[in-house]
């Protein structure tokens, strides 16, 4: 154990008796770890480990026309009409449950897919149909899973959005996703139920594409960046609902991969969880010379993450679904929920250099904010950390994404001419009960899970929509734009379901009504908004007809009403033919809590 009364400050023998028996080991940032398995930090996952796989160009069991899954389509091809049906059903079985881990050292009870945290990646070609086979093996909540990015073209019930898209999946109970990836790159899933991902309820996706040129020799996979709680989710949510509160939290550490060291001599006396100063750091390998892809996913549920690795340049050559341009940069910078694809060449000078992804201080609320992992350049001795040194880059404290003219979509699209626009401001405001929420367009958003709003709209039932619910019918309308008004002194990434939005402007203060890059404007899902900033964005409402959501990804502003839900081309909604299994899952859910009352003090998303 060695010299714990140094640790602790000279607290006295009689506490540090307690205090061994649960709190292991000195802390380092840099502690490589080893003392404890992968399997006691993180379950059955492999991320960060030397048993990670690397990725393939493309899955090859499967036809190839032309040599390749999407045959003759390219990185140029308008993906929004003309994607490829393959044929081909990548199935996967999903066990939500709990169990114990330690992703820093500090053991919670975590939620889990298949038993590990990250989840497991789910993988497919660019036109193949995902099918997942969700179960709830959670006794005593329900769940459901988003598949984040997705556009769910005319099939909005596989959205995964509880009390929008379907009902909750009720303990014990199963339901099969099947949607095709018509989009490709990098996502990931994550349980839309309250914040219960908070809770670890995650996982990588991959879809391989066509890329302009293979520019690329080495595809190392996902890299998920994310914050991370120690108290269970529910108590969190508490938290963020109690009226005699701040309505904040803070993160206790930051991931990368699940993985990262905590200092146990910082709790306080009275917390004897079991905890490990030393659970250890993921790694990589790279090969010198060699050119690699990495797959980056702000996965948490509050921070803004800055990723960079030491004494490399990053190629940015997409944002969220959207290839770009690319352009060179030392940091990316990810809200919660966007993915950014990077390329970096191995020709650094050492053998081994840190990655680091640092939540920003100046716009997140962390206690730990920065996580490290260890890049190792083959033959590289993976016992001893690097000893390398950060670039001198700071924290701007815009809480924004790079500069739209910078970001440039390699397929080009035109934004089309509105014929509907929204001026929907975000407020502050304590309810009558003295909580803190959030008012968008006027309306704090609350979810009824046994009700929802497509299953409504299906039935033309939109009479019934509550105002809480916050259900905006676009009618007709092809496109819609818009204008989201911050009138709060805090950032919020704004996601889109169902679509990608055209990123018009973005910026302080009010919209001047310029429009950047207009022949050709940044599309993305997650857009960061500026703390009493604005953002601008517009999207093609008539080619995808059901009910989606606009919301802030931040957890805990969602589950305070920041939401809003589109209504698009109502009546092909009403001509859906929407299967069987959703609507028993809405039996399945109402028998549940006709004797269950669900613990829904926030939204419910």
Known sequence: MGNIAS????????????????????????????SWSQSRTNGKSTLGTPDAPTLPYFLTNNPTPNGFPWSKRNAFTNYYKDYPNTGVIRHYDFTISRGKIAPDGYEIDGLLVNGAFPGPTIEAN?????????????????????????????????????????????????????????????????????????????????????????????????ILLTDWYHKPYLDLVETVMDPDGPGIVFSDNNLINGKNNFNCS?????????????????K???????????????????????????????????????????????????GIG????????????????????????????????????????????????????????????TCANDDLATTIPLMKLPVPKADLTYDFPIELFKNESGVNLFKFDN????????????????????????????????????????????????SHPMHLHGFNMYILSEGD????????????????????????????????AATNPGVWPLHCHIAWHVSAGLLVQFLTAPSEVKRYRIPNTVAQTCR???????????????SGL
């Not at 797959?295 to 993450?305: D, F, P, V």
């Open 338 to 397: 966007q993915r950014a694809d990077v390329l970096v060449t191995a020709n650094g000078k050492l053998d081994s250099y840190w990655m680091r992804s640092n939540i920003s201080a100046k716009c997140s609320l962390s206690n730990n904010p920065n996580a490290l992992a260890a890049v190792y350049y083959n033959r590289a001795d993976q016992t001893k950390p690097p000893q390398s040194t950060a670039w001198d880059s700071t924290d701007p404290g």
């Open 266 to 282: 910082s709790l306080p006396a009275d917390d004897k969880t079991t905890c490990n100063s030393a659970a250890g750091l993921s």
């Open 7 to 34: 640790v602790q400050g000279g607290v006295p023998n009689t506490h540090l008796a307690a205090r061994a028996a649960t709190h292991l080991n000195h802390y380092s940032p840099h502690d490589l770890g080893g």
């Open 588 to 602: 399945d859910w109402g028998k549940w809590t006709f004797t269950n009352i669900p613990d829904q003090i926030d």
């Open 126 to 222: 660019w036109g193949d149909t995902i099918q997942v086979t969700v179960h709830n093996d959670i006794d005593d909540e329900g769940v459901s899973l988003h598949w984040h990015g997705f556009l769910q073209t005319r099939v909005p019930w596989e959205d995964g959005v509880p009390g929008i898209s379907q009902c909750p999946i009720a303990p014990g109970k199963s339901f099969t996703f099947q949607f095709i990836a018509e989009l490709y790159g990098t996502s990931w899933y994550h349980s839309h139920y309250s914040a219960q991902y908070a809770a670890g309820l995650v996982g990588p996706i991959v879809i391989h594409g066509p890329r302009e040129h293979r520019d690329y020799d080495i595809d190392v996979g996902p």
């Open 284 to 334: 990589f390998t790279f090969k010198r010379g060699k050119t690699h892809r990495l797959r980056l996913i702000n996965s948490g549920a509050e921070g803004l993450q800055h990723f960079s690795i030491d004494g490399h340049k990053l190629k940015v050559i997409a944002y969220d679904f959207i290839q770009i341009e690319p352009y060179e940069t030392e940091v990316v910078t990810l």
């Open 443 to 490: 309306v704090s958003f609350r979810t009824d899970y046994n009700s929802p709003t497509l299953l409504l709209s299906k039935l033309g039932e939109t009479h019934h929509f509550e105002k809480q619910w916050n259900v905006h019918n676009v009618g007709s309308a092809k496109s819609v734009r818009v204008n989201i008004i911050n009138n709060t002194p805090i």
């Open 509 to 540: 203060g009010e919209w001047d009504g310029t429009i950047v890059n207009s022949n050709n404007p940044m599309r993305r899902d997650v857009i960061q908004l500026r703390a009493n900033g604005h953002v601008v964005v517009q999207f093609d």
